[in-house]
């Protein structure tokens, strides 16, 4: 029993002993487990802070720098995305606005084509060998001899697909012709404007020069050897005019402008010839007041006669001899009863020998027949073609030998 007793204490001390170790290694354990759990939760020290804090940053600014790469990616590909929408627009519209260009030229050609055969046609018309107001070449409406011709019904219009052109036909032969004006003729122009008279022969004789071959100056004209002493110089054409402005260029009228247009020196659209030439008026100087300018009675292309049935009374008064009775007669005979030239009652002169009918005296007549006709073959066509919202203004200058029209010049605006 004893025996037995010491075994059980000696086993009893043996799970003591075994419970004890467990005990104090659960105590080594979770010491070294608080040890760990106090090293991950004391604090850090200030350096360690900062390298921490310096990795947040940069990893920040990483994240930063690359959402701006993205959103600039995003706009460069955007703008490159909306010009070339732009520009493919553009192109789309050169496209059609080309294609409209070639229809506008070939719809205002067949215009022209249309005003040519209209004009032959009323050189057929019998008791219609003069040219007047009251024809459908300036009326667009069948005259008194034209109502059984084939012009009845004929509007001065086209329309050829989704394209439309009107015309408009006005003689030259209602002004003079600048290049073949003789002297008597542009003297007589410029003194009914009330050019002072000093200036009269300079400005005519520089005409004249202007347009003629030769080295030599007239009396008051003006060659080479005056314009190139000008600043900027530059030479005399010696050739006939091809637009009328070319006069802004000559001798007289270069210091003048309004001689060309009319009117008076503020009332001029361009000065730059006046400017550049260093012609400019002195402050406060009274300017020159033109009832017309050279441009409204003159003409680079006609026959170089004046027809007294289509000229103005502008017109009519610079003929030498003509004075303004004289005009009054004239623009009263031609109007008929009603008073009204372009009307189907109107009496245009057949020729120029019914100028006595008019109340114009044999002897004036004479004189002034040299200048005048009754009929034009000279003619500007302006035509006016629309394509959808576009509109240009195209010109042609038609030449008239009988039933025959050549056109000898076809231009636009630009």
């Known amino acids: 029993m004893k025996l037995s007793v010491n075994l059980l204490s000696e086993r009893g001390s043996a799970t003591r002993g075994h419970v004890l170790m467990q005990e104090t290694c659960g105590a080594n354990h979770g010491a070294r487990r608080a040890r760990t759990f106090l090293r991950l939760t004391e604090p850090r020290s200030a350096a360690a802070c900062r390298s921490v804090a310096a990795k947040q940053m940069e990893g920040n600014s990483s994240d930063g720098f690359a959402l701006i790469i993205v959103m600039l990616a995003i706009f460069v590909l955007a703008s490159m995305a909306a ?6 627009k553009v192109e789309t519209k050169l496209a059609v606005t080309a294609g409209d260009d070639q229809k506008m030229i070939w ?19 019998p008791n219609q060998q003069y040219t007047a107001l009251n024809q459908w070449w300036a009326t667009g409406v069948a005259g008194p001899f034209e109502t059984n011709s084939v012009l009845v019904g004929v509007p001065q219009s086209i329309q050829l697909g989704d394209g439309t052109a009107t015309y408009k036909i006005i003689d030259l ?25 000093d200036e009269v022969s300079i400005v005519s004789d520089s005409i004249q020069d202007w347009v003629q071959a030769g080295d030599s100056p007239r009396i008051a ?20 005019i091809d ?62 006669q004046i027809n007294i049935n289509t000229a103005d ?46 109340g114009i005296s044999p002897a004036a007549a004479q004189a002034i027949s040299r200048y005048c006709t009754t009929s034009s073959s000279t003619f500007k066509v302006i035509v006016t073609a629309t394509i959808a919202q576009d509109t ?11 039933a025959k029209v050549e056109v000898v010049d076809f231009y636009w605006d630009e």
């Not at 000559?250 to 309004?258: E, K, L």
């Not at 009332?267 to 300017?287: K, M």
Request: contains cysteine.
């Open 221 to 240: 004209g003006a060659k080479n050897d005056y314009y190139q002493s000008l600043n900027p110089p530059y030479n005399c054409k010696e050739a006939p």
């Open 392 to 402: 240009r203004t195209f010109y042609a200058i038609l030449f008239q030998a009988g």
């Open 107 to 125: 719809l205002a050609r067949s215009a022209v084509e249309e005003a040519r055969w209209g004009l032959a046609q009323e050189k057929t018309i």
């Open 173 to 197: 032969e209602r002004y003079a012709n600048i290049n073949v004006a003789p002297t008597p003729l542009l003297q007589q122009a410029l003194t009914v404007m009330g050019v002072d008279a």
């Open 313 to 358: 009374a502008n017109t009519l008064q610079i003929i030498p001899g003509v004075d303004t009775n004289t005009v009054a007669a004239i623009l009263q005979y031609r109007a008929g009863p009603s008073g009204d030239a372009t009307g189907p009652d109107a009496t245009p002169f057949q020729n120029v020998g019914q100028l006595s009918a008019a």
């Open 83 to 88: 010009y070339l929408a732009f520009a493919m």
């Open 243 to 304: 637009d009328m402005s070319e006069l802004l260029l000559v001798r007289g009228i270069a210091d003048d402008p309004a001689i060309y247009y009319g009117g008076s020196l503020p009332n001029i659209p361009a000065s730059r010839f006046q400017h550049q030439l260093g012609f400019a008026g002195s402050p406060g100087e009274q300017p020159p007041q033109y009832p017309f300018g050279l441009k409204d009675v003159f003409t680079p292309f006609s026959t170089g």
